[in-house]
């Protein structure tokens, strides 16, 4: 089977620092992407890992261990903005198939 | 910069009934994707397809849905005798061509809302 999981919500404070972990079982592996999604809007995308490290892209960066299975994306200087729903999702075939975890509500208090 | 554009926005049909949900890809796009997202549930793939056919499907994806490529600019997903369950966000999306499609990011429609009286 395949398993994408994440925490459910997290709430910080605007300006400060948010890390968001996933974990993944799938049957393949091709890249693991991170999209932002506000609510009843589509997915954007964030971040892609394929390979073991860290990808720093402006405020947010994601790391990716394969060996682990595990994957975390950092949210730096908070923006009230930034609530939305971040959603880890693993590319499993050739094909480009995403298998999406269930989502992440942050939530961004003043 | 260049989007994926999905009509209509949201759709309300009976139960039975079929409909067709319109996609246009951005243009120098090669890849092209449906996805569902049942309200409060995750992001669900349905169907890819590259070169005018089909190229992977989920279990959901059975012969009660299809898609097509029209023309150069289209795509469309068909949905037959639809059931309540049948409720949901229904997303496309396209990734670019010149790379393999699993690493390039996928850009998403902002959906239609499929409503099943």
């Known amino acids: 089977g395949q398993n994408i999981d994440q925490p459910t919500e997290m709430t910080a404070t605007e300006g400060a620092i948010v890390q968001i972990n996933c974990t993944y079982q799938?049957?393949?592996?091709?890249?693991l992407f991170w999209y932002q999604q506000h609510a009843g809007e589509a997915p954007t995308f964030l971040s892609y890992?394929?390979?073991?490290g860290l990808e720093e892209k402006g405020r947010f960066s994601s790391f990716l261990s394969r060996s682990k299975g595990y994957s975390y994306l950092l949210l730096k200087e908070l923006q009230m903005k930034d609530s939305a729903s971040y959603l880890c999702?693993?590319?499993?075939?050739?094909?480009?198939?995403?298998?999406f975890g269930a989502g992440t509500q942050v939530v961004v208090t003043p | 910069e260049p989007e994926v554009t999905q009509t209509p926005s949201h759709q309300v049909t009976q139960m039975g009934q079929e409909v067709i949900l319109r996609c246009v890809p951005i243009?120098?796009?090669?890849?092209f994707y449906w996805y569902r997202q049942i309200l409060g549930q995750k992001v669900e793939f349905l169907v890819s397809?590259?070169?005018?056919?089909?190229?992977?499907k989920s279990e959901i994806f059975d012969d009660q849905f299809s898609v097509e490529r029209p023309d150069g600019s289209n795509f469309t997903l068909k949905i037959r005798s639809t059931k309540l369950e049948d409720s949901a966000m229904y997303f496309c999306?396209?990734?670019?061509?010149?790379?393999?499609?699993?690493?390039?990011?996928?850009?998403f429609g902002d959906g239609t809302r499929l409503s099943i009286l």
């Open positions: 799938t049957s393949g592996f091709n890249g």
């Open positions: 243009s120098n796009h090669l890849y």
């Open positions: 999702a693993v590319s499993t075939d050739s094909w480009g198939k995403l298998q």
């Open positions: 890992n394929v390979l073991d």
């Open positions: 999306a396209s990734s670019p061509s010149g790379a393999l499609p699993h690493n390039q990011p996928q850009h």
């Open positions: 397809f590259y070169n005018n056919e089909i190229s992977e």
